[in-house]
Nanobody, 122 residues
Framework: QVQLVESGGGLVQPGGSLRLSCAAS????????MTWVRQAPGKGLEWVSG????????YFADSVKGRFTISRDNAKNTLYLQMNSLNAEDTAVYYC???????????????WGQGTQVTVSS
């Protein structure tokens, strides 16, 4: 069965950095685009970033562009989100999610991880 397990969250000071990881199993990771989505306290889901199946194309929300980098290691079945220059507005639970259709750039999300908490505070 498909499993997505996020890690790397925690408490960080404003201006700091974190790298999130998402370990994938149960499907051919290298065939699917992946995304990161976050949910801040009391708010709805916000799409953060996406990457196509090969890693050649990446996409970012305006709120994180220039600060976050998404990448993947298909040999390790792992997705990453490098987050720099963090601020309080980045505080949220971060989820990785799988795109439903293979070999597409984006689309419906069909599987989600359990999420990892990122808290930016001094």
């Amino acid at each position: 069965q498909v499993q997505l397990v996020e890690s790397g969250g925690g408490l960080v000071q404003p201006g700091g950095s974190l790298r999130l990881s998402c370990a994938a199993s149960g499907f051919t990771f290298s065939s699917y685009a992946m995304t990161w989505v976050r949910q801040a306290p009391g708010k709805g889901l916000e799409w953060v970033s996406g990457i196509n199946y090969s890693g050649s194309n990446t996409y970012f929300a305006d709120s994180v562009k220039g600060r976050f980098t998404i990448s993947r290691d298909n040999a390790k079945n792992t997705l990453y989100l490098q987050m720099n220059s963090l601020n309080a507005e980045d505080t949220a639970v971060y989820y990785c999610a799988k795109i439903h259709d293979s070999y597409t750039e984006y689309g419906q999300l069909d599987y989600w991880g359990q999420g990892t908490q990122v808290t930016v505070s001094s």
